[in-house]
Structure formats: C-alpha cells, structure tokens
C-alpha cells in the first residue's frame, strides 16, 4: 500500500523560504521509473505542478518557478524534501506531495496535503 | 508554460452525459499521449481518473472516459451520478519534460 505524507511549517513570513518534507511508504525512490511530484493548490484556485523527481535523480521543475525550487531525495529515509525560496503571500496554498511511474502521465498517489500561509 | 483551457463549468442531469475539453498546444496535449485527469471533491486530494487519454487506473468507474484529438483532450462522464459533482481537471506532460495542469472545471449534478 503507498502512502504518502507531507510535513513542514504551516505558516512562512514573506522573503523566507519553505521546506516541505515528503514521507512515504509501499515504494522504494530507488528505481528509475518510480517518482515523487510536488503540486500546489491556492485556496479556490487550479492546481499547479511545481516538481518531480525520479529515483535516477532525474529532476523536473516548472520553468516559471525554477529559479526558486529545489527538489532532493533520501533514499534511505524514504523521503523526498522540497525547498522553495523566497516566499510571498501569492504563493498561499495547500502543497500536496505525489507519486508517479515514469510510463504513466498521471499522478496515482497523494499526500493528504498541507496547507502553507505566508504571512508576517 | 501556461495552463490549459478548461470550461469553467459544466452541469447535467442524472443519468445524462457530459464532456470536458482540455485545449493545450502542439509542445503539451497535442504533442504527447500523455494527458491525465483528476476529480477533486471539496476538501480532498484530487483523485486520478484517466491517464495515458485514455486508462482508467484499477478502481475507476467505466462510466469515464477520456480521448483526445489534436490540442485537445476530453473526458466524458457517462450516466451522471450525485457522486460526479467535483472539481475535474487535466494535465499534460510538455516539451520541456515538465506537466502543466488546466484550468478546472466544476461540475454541477442538477
């Protein structure tokens, strides 16, 4: 059974930055066809995809966030941490952490979410 | 990379069908067969419904289904269920080996 769990600070001051830890279980991120994703979703809004990474280290980021993100894993801990810099209150939103198999488009598995504020 | 275009809302009766268009471009949903999509229910995790255009992961209702022609991908929604009312939306892999999601649609079950 896969699970995954996100963690972090539910609350950032603007101009810091957030790290967000992904937990899993049910897969090892040692494979090259196995992933784990980041998405975001602002209160009322679209989801956005921020991240991706695969078990060969193969890294993905949105080009229109990348100079702000980072996306590393520990194998051995089964965890995947997600950085993101420079934080304003536009980027308010639930972050959810995902998994995915390289031949497939979707992303089959979800964190429960966890709601970030940025805010002084 | 911009999102791409959904309806904004889409409604139908019980037992009707209704379809979801999903318009990208030739670089995201016209350039690969990799369009998912994804239900979402207020307050919950979205749910993935069809991957690849068309599979639907173990589990999921034979009542969706989803295609694609050119730029544009659509998820049909077969014999409308109470249930069905959610947020859905799509994603697509893109030429800069990144995914884009779109803009959501709502569902409203009359």
């Known amino acids: 059974q896969i699970t995954l769990k996100e963690s972090g600070p539910t609350v950032v001051a603007p101009t810091q930055t957030l790290t967000l830890t992904c937990t899993f279980s049910g897969f090892s991120l040692s494979s090259r066809e196995v992933g784990v994703g980041w998405i975001r979703q602002p209160p009322g809004e679209a989801l956005e995809w921020l991240a991706l990474?695969?078990?060969?280290?193969?890294?993905r980021h949105s080009p229109s966030l990348k100079s702000r993100l980072t996306i590393t894993k520990d194998t051995s801990r089964s965890q995947v941490v997600f950085t993101m810099t420079t934080m304003d209150p536009v980027d308010t939103a639930t972050y959810y952490c995902?998994?995915?198999?390289?031949?497939?488009?979707?992303?089959?598995?979800w964190g429960q979410g966890h709601p970030v504020t940025v805010s002084s | 990379q911009s999102a791409l275009t959904q309806p904004a809302s889409v409604s139908g009766s019980p037992g009707q069908s209704i379809t979801i268009s999903c318009t990208g471009t030739s670089s995201d949903v016209g350039g690969y067969d990799y369009v998912a999509w994804y239900q979402q229910h207020p307050g919950e995790a979205p749910k993935l419904i069809i991957y690849n255009v068309d599979y639907r992961p173990s589990g999921v209702s034979l009542r969706f289904s989803g295609s694609k022609s050119g730029n544009t991908a659509s998820l049909t929604i077969f014999g409308l269920q109470a249930a069905d009312d959610a947020d859905y939306y799509c994603s697509s892999y893109t030429s800069r080996r990144t995914h884009v999601f779109g803009s959501g649609t709502k569902v409203t079950v009359l």
């Open positions: 995902t998994y995915k198999n390289r031949d497939s488009s979707g992303y089959e598995y």
């Open positions: 990474i695969y078990g060969d280290d193969d890294k």
